[in-house]
């Protein structure tokens, strides 16, 4: 019974060991998690918890159910993800189309970032009809705060490469050096992984997710025939292709490559039949 009066909610900001950090209402509180929570590997940055005062320690008691998940970056009840490139690393669009799918699956919005316009300004006409895209300089300022007043109140997760600058952008965000900032390593225009661990920055209920770079990613299992359902730029086209099962990919009369090079980006065409062809080898590899 008093125990019951001692449960408080918050939110989890970070992971340290065995160490999660609890925000409630702006109060940061060190918590453990009970056994049973932690050896279900089952607490990630962005679940919403209860927690008690265990003696002179902060326990994790439940974990609330989670609106969706996502594993790369491993973060939780999100609503908007920034998917951010650069001209520096190079980008790798492939890489972007995965967390697109991942993102839909999921109930996530994706959003294109490409950073660093200082330097070049990246093409993303190809992505311009699916979703929300930004061109921003996280070092002069500009377009951060265009991005600020679209995922304002919301949760948002960056994500990316290693060196596209997330952290960059949520210094840009914050006007402060909170984030450490790393560098391109020259000789092999690589990011250096500087961001080690996910971390929640809470502005006035904007809760910024900065995240660990990363170059591979697995696109979420679904069966290859359904990828299509996530292309909304080759589905649109659909109606027009002879079957109405059409995956894109072999089918005759298909509609939708009259229209690659015109509406449909070259590159997106490309992409989507490397994604389909991940997931017929994935699935080739399950039942053997
Ligand atoms: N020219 C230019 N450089 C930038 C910009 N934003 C970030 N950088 C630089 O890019 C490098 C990487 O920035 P970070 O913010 O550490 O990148 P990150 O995406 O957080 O990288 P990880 O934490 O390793 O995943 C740093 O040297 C930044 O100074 C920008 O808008 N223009
Ligand atoms: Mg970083
Ligand atoms: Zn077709």
Redo the contacts with the bound molecule.
């Keep these: 019974m008093a125990k019951q009066s001692r449960t408080e909610q918050g939110r989890v900001i970070k992971a340290v060991a065995s160490k999660f950090f609890v925000d409630v209402d702006g109060d940061v509180k060190v918590c453990f998690a009970r056994k049973k929570l932690k050896f279900d590997g089952n607490i990630y940055v962005g679940d919403y918890v209860e927690i008690a005062k265990d003696r002179d320690a902060y326990v994790i008691e439940a974990v609330k159910e989670r609106k969706n998940q996502l594993i790369r970056p491993y973060v939780s009840n999100v609503d908007v993800c920034l998917i951010?490139v650069?001209s520096?690393p190079e980008p790798d669009f492939v890489l972007v189309d995965k967390v697109i799918v991942n993102c839909l699956e999921e109930g996530i919005e994706p959003v294109i970032v490409a950073?660093?316009?200082?330097?070049s300004v990246l093409d993303l006409s190809e992505y311009q009809s699916i979703v929300k895209c930004f061109n921003?300089?996280?070092?002069?300022g500009k377009g951060v705060p265009e991005v600020f007043d679209y995922v304002e109140g919301k949760t948002v997760c960056?994500a990316?490469?290693?060196?596209?600058?997330?952290?960059?952008?949520i210094?840009a965000i914050l006007d402060s050096d909170e984030?450490?900032?790393?560098?391109?390593a020259k000789k092999i225009k690589r990011?250096?992984?500087?961001?080690r661990r996910t971390e929640i920055y809470n502005l006035g209920g904007t809760y910024l997710m900065?995240?660990?770079?990363f170059s591979m990613l697995e696109a979420v299992d679904i069966e290859p025939e359904n990828l299509r359902l996530y292309f909304d730029d080759l589905e649109m086209f659909r109606k027009e292709c002879k079957f109405n099962t059409c995956t894109h990919i072999n089918e005759p009369d298909c509609a939708v490559k009259q229209h690659i090079g015109k509406e449909i980006g070259t590159g997106r065409y490309d992409r989507y039949k490397i994604i389909y062809d991940e997931l017929v080898e994935r699935r080739k590899n399950k039942y053997e």
Excluded: R, Y
């Design positions: 951010m650069a520096e950073n660093k316009s200082d330097i921003i300089s996280a070092e002069t960056l990316g490469q290693s060196a596209v600058g997330k952290s960059s952008l210094n984030c450490e900032i790393g560098d391109l990011g250096k992984n500087t961001t900065d995240t660990c770079g």
